[in-house]
């Protein structure tokens, strides 16, 4: 079975990530956006079950970034989380994949040998794994078989709004937990508890770490 990685990412301009304008300024605040999204794709490249990467966007930064790591181009309009995901879909299935797991950019603690594991599931026939948030409630992954099982519909309460859409698109939707995807990082909240989780531990996500590191280095 052919797998496919989607992994949608916003522009690194100043309108990134600005609930973390109060924590961080548009410099610093851009370094993150973009080495939390090079861990992603870092975890993505390092997973043995995953064939094929595609990073959506329209943002150069990214596509430089995601060209050094091998993975597919796929511009995005700008439009959405969700049209993106649906962009990467489509080609996904252009390229006849039998799945996709559709990441965001913000997850750096994401780990390859918990994708493995969710990878090697057996979960037969039309099916859509939902990954909730640490929150339970947003959606941090999608693991679609095939690609098109149902049609990406990421935001508020969209765990819940993605089990919906399976069951009338003909898919049969399971929640399944990964804890290296429920950390995604988009208030000053979040990135505490990331840079706690970073302190307690060691290795992985390497760029997000150092880029902390340097930041705390800087304060002080």
């Given amino acids: 079975m052919t797998t496919t990685a989607v992994l949608p990412i916003k522009s690194f301009s100043a309108n990134a990530k600005t609930r973390l304008a109060d924590e961080l300024a548009l410099g610093p605040r851009r370094a993150l956006v973009e080495a939390m999204f090079t861990d992603v794709l870092t975890a993505?490249?390092?997973t043995a079950a995953i064939d094929r990467?595609?990073?959506?966007?329209?943002?150069?930064?990214?596509?430089?970034i995601a060209g050094g790591h091998g993975a597919a181009i796929v511009e995005d309009a700008a439009v959405g989380?969700?049209?993106?995901?649906?962009?990467g879909i489509a080609d996904a299935?252009?390229?006849?994949?039998?799945?996709?797991?559709?990441?965001?950019?913000?997850?750096p603690l994401l780990d390859p040998g918990e994708l493995t594991e969710l990878l090697g599931l057996d979960v037969p026939g039309r099916t859509a794994l939902v990954i909730p948030d640490r929150h339970g409630s947003g959606t941090n992954g999608?693991?679609?078989t095939p690609p098109d099982a149902l049609t990406p519909a990421f935001g508020e309460d969209s765990a819940a709004r993605h089990h919906q859409l399976a069951v009338a698109?003909?898919?049969?939707?399971?929640?399944v937990s990964v804890r290296s995807l429920a950390l995604d990082i988009d208030t000053p909240e979040d990135l505490a508890l990331l840079t706690e989780t970073?302190?307690?531990?060691?290795?992985?996500?390497?760029?997000?770490?150092?880029?902390?590191n340097q930041?705390?280095?800087?304060?002080g």
Avoid: F, K
């Fill in 44 to 46: 993505l490249r390092r």
């Fill in 81 to 87: 989380h969700s049209n993106a995901a649906s962009a």
């Fill in 93 to 107: 299935l252009t390229h006849g994949a039998d799945r996709v797991l559709i990441v965001p950019g913000d997850c």
């Fill in 142 to 144: 999608l693991l679609l």
């Fill in 53 to 64: 990467i595609v990073v959506v966007s329209a943002d150069h930064g990214a596509q430089r």
């Fill in 215 to 219: 930041l705390a280095r800087s304060r």
């Fill in 198 to 212: 970073l302190a307690a531990t060691r290795g992985g996500a390497a760029h997000t770490r150092g880029m902390l």
């Fill in 169 to 175: 698109q003909g898919s049969e939707p399971h929640t």
